[in-house]
């Protein structure tokens, strides 16, 4: 139960970061470690391509460094998605902490 409510946050979270700027595996696991996330490839990966096929992530290929990397940014989908999401984890935010 606990690892599909922090499959929900990280896929929050990877929304928020592909909506900004576009993201590869790598970045959002180093990133979601910073908060806390033990993220491994067979987690994140597989999120994304999840993600991908939902329709709220697309990706292109890249060469960085000399290697293909695959980079993803949102979807208009997983925009309305992201902004949904905003509004509920706002809401949540004030029950639990009193706001």
Partial sequence: MI??????????????????????????????????????????????????????????TEVRNGKRVRVYTTTPKGEKLLEEARSKVEELCKELLGG
Avoid: Q
């Fill in 3 to 60: 690892r599909r409510v922090l499959l929900g946050f990280m896929g929050i979270h990877v929304l928020h970061h592909a909506s900004r700027e576009g993201v590869t595996g790598k970045f959002m696991m180093d990133e979601l470690r910073k908060h806390g996330y033990n993220v491994s490839p067979g987690t994140i990966y597989p999120l994304l391509h999840r993600m991908e096929e939902m329709g709220l992530l697309k990706s292109r």
